[in-house]
């Protein structure tokens, strides 16, 4: 039998799946489906494993020993869930809902797993935590400098003459969306200051010094006016920057300045995607500004992708409250050190791996005294850590649907099995957690179906289409720019190119979706070192070496490579502490973008080599 799934990973590509259920399950990528495109990525190998596996917990887990060590206490669902609604009884009457933190983010992004718990949190009005983690900034300066973040339909990938992928990897982050650029006609660019698998598979890879980026696009808009495109306001800004000058701050030739430019000139349906990895610095939303004003002067703003909004109604599936205040993620152990928090309750999110500063993190959660709840498939780094762990549900174990924060389409989620023991899909933890507090809105036990429905009929679906087809195209939000260049000059003046060595960068890794799986196999957790900055230190492929800085040190094996320059070294995120000892986020800074939401600078780690 056939079912319709869509895959909820955090995800540009946000792919409709068919599951065959046999004697065995079997996942495809949708034909149908114009972006999926039939086939589906090297991480969806783990899906059934992941729905399949021993490792899954099945049972709800108390602690009984030290915190952090990993020993717990089986108990039923219903002795979890009376334990989780005291506790929080007991915090409301205590200390009032701002000592209760959900600590929640895009580990399933399909719209009620994401959405629904939000009721339940607003209606108690607790903190709420402010997602700063990945494309925050570029997004605010986006909205700051043109009005909107969401830009052009990548479909149109299809029909485009040239296409720049600026700061993203997408031969391994967003492999359709790649594959899409590959099959057409436009002549593909990578600006990237590493040798990725896309800067190899491009017609054009632009190696330009880490975090240059500024100084090439104003050496762009320099030629641009010398062939009569002018923006009034940036003329005294560009003035001096030649394709001399530019080619000496980016360490790129003159001529590959000059090729880039002429054909964002001359290219009739040019598309600048935009990643989310490189504006995770210090001037991250500096650079998403820079980057748009080439299109700006192009007079085709909308050009560019980054995020994507649709008529969905997000104060409908998570309810409403103004008067939540909010705590950021991207400095959250910061945050908790100013903070009395009396419980934490985790899902969707696994932060003792993917936020910075761990150390610290660690550190607060094993002194302090606060209740810890955890829902997830797997006893995670974070679920160690949980007073509670309640098993979640996999993607084949709800109904549920799922946009897209890149393409148009909706896609529906059949659920094929129930979830096995006691494991409970975070709709149903919600209701069931509602149901124990006695809480008595009736939004707070909307169905799965019910939700669904709405949706669909909101958005004008053709319901029988949806369930014929398993996805349905959706209206993008149209865009009014309101251009304002005025800050973005101000911000330049600011900016300064910091050459301090040794750069860290903690990139996405091809096999991961961040830090899912990466229990069910081998990660990859060696650091990139380029050939010449090892031969200085001595340093061989293989060695182990220590990286420290303020934030703690870790030890390390070295894989030596010319895909990372000098100056620069990569660890990929997502590895688990609790296998491997350490991961990056132990030494990763926890500084944030204050211009731009506070969102995270991750990218902005320095470390210091010391041979053990
Ligand atoms: N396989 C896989 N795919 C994923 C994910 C996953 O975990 N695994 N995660 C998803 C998520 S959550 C996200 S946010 C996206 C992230 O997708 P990407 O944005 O593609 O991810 P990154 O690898 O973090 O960074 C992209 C590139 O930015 C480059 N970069 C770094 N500094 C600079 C700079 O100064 N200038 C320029 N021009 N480039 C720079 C890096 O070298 C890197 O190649 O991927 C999504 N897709
Ligand atoms: N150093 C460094 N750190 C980074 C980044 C980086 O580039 N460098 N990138 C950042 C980025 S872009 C992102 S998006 C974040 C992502 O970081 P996280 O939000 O922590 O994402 P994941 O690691 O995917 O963890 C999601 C967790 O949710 C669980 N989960 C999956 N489905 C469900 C479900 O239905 N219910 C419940 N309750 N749980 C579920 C998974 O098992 C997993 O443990 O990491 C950030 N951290
Ligand atoms: S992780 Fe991304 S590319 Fe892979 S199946 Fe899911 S949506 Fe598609
Ligand atoms: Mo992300």
Same mark, same amino acid.
């Given at each position: 039998?056939?079912?319709?799934?869509?895959?909820?990973?955090?995800?540009?590509?946000?792919?409709?799946?068919?599951?065959?259920?046999?004697?065995?399950?079997?996942?495809?990528?949708?034909?149908?489906?114009?972006?999926?495109?039939?086939?589906?990525?090297?991480?969806?190998?783990?899906?059934?494993?992941?729905?399949?596996?021993?490792?899954?917990?099945?049972?709800?887990?108390?602690?009984?020993?030290?915190?952090?060590?990993?020993?717990?206490?089986?108990?039923?669902?219903?002795?979890?869930?009376?334990?989780?609604?005291?506790?929080?009884?007991?915090?409301?009457?205590?200390?009032?809902?701002?000592?209760?933190?959900?600590?929640?983010?895009?580990?399933?992004?399909?719209?009620?797993?994401?959405?629904?718990?939000?009721?339940?949190?607003?209606?108690?009005?607790?903190?709420?935590?402010?997602?700063?983690?990945?494309?925050?900034?570029?997004?605010?300066?986006?909205?700051?400098?043109?009005?909107?973040?969401?830009?052009?339909?990548?479909?149109?990938?299809?029909?485009?003459?040239?296409?720049?992928?600026?700061?993203?990897?997408?031969?391994?982050?967003?492999?359709?969306?790649?594959?899409?650029?590959?099959?057409?006609?436009?002549?593909?660019?990578?600006?990237?200051?590493?040798?990725?698998?896309?800067?190899?598979?491009?017609?054009?890879?632009?190696?330009?010094?880490?975090?240059?980026?500024?100084?090439?696009?104003?050496?762009?808009?320099?030629?641009?006016?010398?062939?009569?495109?002018?923006?009034?306001?940036?003329?005294?800004?560009?003035?001096? *920057?030649?394709?001399?000058?530019?080619?000496?701050?980016?360490?790129?030739?003159?001529?590959?300045?000059?090729?880039?430019?002429?054909?964002?000139?001359?290219?009739?349906?040019?598309? =600048?995607?935009?990643?989310?990895?490189?504006?995770?610095?210090?001037?991250?939303?500096?650079?998403?500004?820079?980057?748009?004003?080439?299109?700006?002067?192009?007079?085709?703003?909308?050009?560019?992708?980054?995020?994507?909004?649709?008529?969905?109604?997000?104060?409908?599936?998570?309810?409403?409250?103004?008067?939540?205040?909010?705590?950021?993620?991207?400095?959250?152990?910061?945050?908790?050190?100013?903070?009395?928090?009396?419980?934490?309750?985790?899902?969707?999110?696994?932060?003792?791996?993917?936020?910075?500063?761990?150390?610290?993190?660690?550190?607060?959660?094993?002194?302090?005294? =606060?209740?810890?709840?955890?829902?997830?498939?797997?006893?995670?780094?974070?679920?160690?850590?949980?007073?509670?762990?309640?098993?979640?549900?996999?993607?084949?174990?709800?109904?549920?649907?799922?946009?897209?924060?890149?393409?148009?389409?909706?896609?529906?989620?059949?659920?094929?099995?129930?979830?096995?023991?006691?494991?409970?899909?975070?709709?149903?933890?919600?209701?069931?957690?509602?149901?124990?507090?006695?809480?008595?809105?009736?939004?707070?036990?909307?169905?799965?179906?019910?939700?669904?429905?709405?949706?669909?009929?909101?958005?004008?679906?053709?319901?029988?289409?949806?369930?014929?087809?398993?996805?349905?195209? =959706?209206?993008?939000?149209?865009?009014?720019?309101?251009?304002?260049?005025?800050?973005? =000059?101000?911000?330049?003046?600011?900016?300064?190119?910091?050459?301090?060595?040794?750069?860290?960068?903690?990139?996405?890794?091809?096999?991961?979706?961040?830090?899912?799986?990466?229990?069910?196999?081998?990660?990859?957790?060696?650091?990139?070192?380029?050939?010449?900055?090892?031969?200085?230190?001595?340093?061989?492929?293989?060695?182990?070496?220590?990286?420290?800085?303020?934030?703690?040190?870790?030890?390390?094996?070295?894989?030596?490579?010319?895909?990372?320059?000098?100056?620069?070294?990569?660890? *990929?995120?997502?590895?688990?502490?609790?296998?491997?000892?350490?991961?990056?986020?132990?030494?990763?800074?926890?500084?944030?973008?204050?211009? *731009?939401?506070?969102?995270?600078?991750?990218?902005?780690?320095?470390?210091?080599?010391?041979?053990?």
């Amino acid at each position: 039998m056939d079912y319709f799934s869509a895959c909820p990973k955090d995800c540009f590509d946000s792919c409709a799946i068919i599951t065959r259920v046999n004697e065995k399950i079997k996942i495809s990528g949708n034909k149908e489906h114009p972006i999926t495109s039939g086939f589906l990525c090297l991480k969806s190998k783990y899906f059934v494993p992941a729905h399949l596996s021993e490792k899954r917990l099945k049972v709800p887990l108390i602690r009984k020993g030290k915190r952090g060590d990993g020993n717990f206490k089986e108990i039923d669902l219903d002795q979890a869930l009376n334990i989780i609604s005291d506790k929080i009884n007991f915090i409301l009457k205590e200390y009032g809902p701002d000592h209760i933190l959900p600590v929640e983010y895009a580990g399933n992004r399909s719209l009620i797993s994401y959405n629904f718990p939000q009721r339940f949190f607003n209606y108690l009005g607790t903190l709420k935590l402010k997602h700063s983690m990945c494309d925050e900034s570029g997004g605010l300066a986006l909205n700051d400098l043109i009005g909107t973040s969401t830009g052009i339909d990548p479909e149109k990938i299809k029909d485009s003459d040239l296409i720049v992928y600026w700061g993203i990897n997408p031969a391994w982050t967003n492999v359709h969306g790649w594959a899409m650029a590959k099959n057409s006609k436009a002549k593909i660019y990578v600006v990237d200051p590493l040798k990725t698998e896309s800067a190899k598979g491009a017609d054009r890879h632009i190696k330009l010094k880490i975090e240059s980026d500024v100084y090439l696009v104003l050496g762009i808009l320099n030629h641009f006016s010398k062939n009569g495109l002018k923006i009034k306001k940036l003329e005294n800004v560009i003035m001096d *920057y030649d394709l001399k000058k530019t080619s000496e701050l980016t360490n790129i030739n003159e001529n590959e300045i000059k090729e880039l430019a002429d054909d964002l000139l001359q290219a009739k349906n040019p598309i =600048i995607h935009m990643g989310y990895g490189f504006q995770r610095s210090r001037y991250g939303g500096l650079f998403i500004k820079a980057i748009e004003t080439v299109l700006i002067t192009l007079n085709k703003p909308g050009n560019f992708i980054y995020d994507a909004k649709h008529k969905i109604d997000f104060d409908y599936l998570r309810g409403k409250n103004d008067h939540r205040k909010v705590v950021n993620q991207a400095n959250l152990a910061r945050e908790l050190e100013k903070l009395d928090i009396k419980m934490l309750f985790i899902y969707n999110t696994n932060p003792l791996v993917s936020l910075p500063n761990q150390n610290l993190l660690r550190k607060i959660l094993m002194e302090r005294d =606060i209740f810890i709840v955890v829902h997830d498939l797997f006893l995670t780094d974070t679920a160690r850590f949980a007073d509670i762990v309640i098993p979640a549900a996999s993607f084949f174990e709800y109904n549920d649907i799922v946009d897209s924060y890149y393409h148009d389409y909706i896609n529906i989620n059949q659920k094929i099995f129930d979830p096995p023991g006691f494991a409970i899909s975070n709709h149903d933890l919600f209701v069931k957690l509602a149901y124990k507090m006695n809480l008595k809105d009736k939004f707070l036990f909307e169905t799965e179906n019910e939700i669904i429905n709405r949706i669909i009929s909101d958005l004008g679906i053709d319901s029988n289409e949806l369930y014929k087809k398993g996805f349905a195209k =959706i209206e993008r939000q149209v865009n009014d720019f309101k251009i304002n260049m005025d800050e973005f =000059i101000q911000e330049l003046k600011n900016f300064k190119l910091e050459e301090k060595k040794f750069r860290l960068l903690s990139l996405t890794h091809i096999q991961g979706i961040t830090s899912q799986f990466n229990n069910l196999y081998e990660f990859d957790t060696a650091l990139r070192m380029n050939v010449k900055d090892a031969e200085s230190y001595s340093i061989k492929s293989g060695d182990e070496i220590i990286l420290e800085n303020e934030y703690g040190s870790i030890k390390t094996k070295v894989i030596l490579t010319d895909s990372v320059p000098e100056g620069v070294l990569l660890i *990929y995120k997502g590895s688990w502490p609790s296998i491997n000892g350490w991961n990056v986020n132990f030494i990763v800074s926890d500084d944030v973008q204050k211009d *731009y939401g506070n969102g995270t600078a991750l990218n902005s780690t320095y470390v210091n080599i010391r041979i053990p």
